[in-house]
């Protein structure tokens, strides 16, 4: 199970704590490429898996991204104006299974894609959940907000909409908190100015351990501002939550830009890696960069006036990354919890698609 450390653990450890795994939020799926190039469409059709009936007001996006629409009575949907890369493209509707696929897209192509969803069967647990105590829900609901949105100034500008579809099911022996949601989590991100839909398929709290392993897919919704200072305030906080973020550096990294991006790097004995952290990073398969190396990085920011640490390991040495610098699935990119990004929740989540005006 990947996990990632607890916005508590990550105030008291020290640079020596143990290493713990970032779970990759949004499905570690690519935002487009960072040039400007010929733009690619998706189309496709979503129908019941059990009668083939096509299934109207479905949510099929690109995962982390603001990109998405619904279907129509026919089941069809198009996204349109997608540049090309790699994405998560899910289909959601609630009664049903979320269902994933991952697509790859170059310049102007044209990629159908059908999917097939299974009706949702309620799990006995979910139904033991609704019954259970309401101060009990309530304190578990605190926790789980804090661990999901985060403890930051960020975080008090966020609210979850819907918490009424958000279950709890602790085991009192191993001190687990599980978290099921029969519904999209719906928040509000007034910091930032982002509505978010998430699918959540996996958000478990283990208290013993201060940490928490999570699987979920995210849409986000730019919110329309009511005045030019909204507009300014969410422009400035959008890219102080990018800059120096993890994102940033991994996009930095693959470009070969990482220290004019206000980033640098260094081994476990303190020598510097570089130029731009060359000798980390090379092709792969797929199209897709290999990072490489062995022991711990200490990455600093110092793009701003506080210079921001993180200490970071490749499992087995070894982590992938699409060409713009976002995760692949399933590869393990381990962060210790005294590290700055340690401490990033959806508070400070700006989408795949986001650059910096």
Wanted: hydrophobic share 40%.
């Amino acid at each position: 199970m990947r996990m990632f450390p607890s916005s508590r653990s990550s105030r008291q450890g020290g640079s020596g704590a143990a290493l713990l795994l970032i779970a990759v939020l949004c499905a570690c799926s690519a935002a487009p490429a960072l040039k400007a190039q010929s733009v690619a469409l998706i189309r496709g059709r979503v129908s019941d898996a059990e009668t083939g009936a096509p299934l109207e007001f479905v949510n099929v996006f690109l995962a982390g991204t603001t990109r998405g629409a619904g279907t129509t009575e026919k089941g069809t949907f198009t996204l349109p104006d997608i540049p090309p890369g790699f994405y998560t493209l899910v289909a959601s509707r609630v009664g049903y299974e979320v269902a994933v696929v991952p697509v790859q897209l170059g310049e102007g192509d044209t990629l159908r894609r059908n999917f097939s969803l299974v009706a949702r069967v309620v799990r006995t647990s979910e139904v033991e959940v609704v019954a259970g105590d309401p101060s009990r829900w309530r304190r578990d609901l605190e926790q789980f907000t804090a661990q999901f949105l985060g403890s930051d100034q960020s975080a008090k500008l966020c609210a979850i909409q819907n918490p009424e579809v958000i279950g709890f099911h602790a085991d009192s022996a191993t001190g687990v908190v599980a978290t099921t949601a029969d519904s999209v989590v719906r928040v509000r991100n007034e910091a930032l100015g982002y509505r978010l839909y998430v699918n959540l398929l996996e958000f478990v709290m283990r208290r013993d351990a201060n940490a928490v392993a999570t699987t979920m897919y995210i849409r986000f919704e730019q919110m329309r501002p009511k005045s030019q200072a909204d507009s300014l305030r969410w422009m400035v906080n959008r890219a102080e939550a990018y800059t120096g973020s993890r994102l940033h550096f991994l996009r930095s990294l693959v470009r070969g830009k990482v220290e004019s991006e206000g980033f640098f790097i260094f081994d476990a004995d303190g020598k510097q890696i570089g130029p731009d952290g060359r000798g980390l990073v090379f092709d792969a398969e797929s199209g897709y960069k290999r990072l490489a190396h062995e022991g711990i990085l200490r990455i600093e920011y110092r793009g701003s006036d506080r210079v921001r640490l993180n200490y970071v390991r490749f499992a087995m040495g070894i982590v992938h990354v699409h060409p713009d610098g976002n995760l692949v699935e399933k590869q393990e990119f381990i962060i210790d919890p005294a590290s700055d990004w340690a401490r990033e929740r959806l508070s400070l989540m700006v989408p795949l698609d986001y650059r910096i005006p």
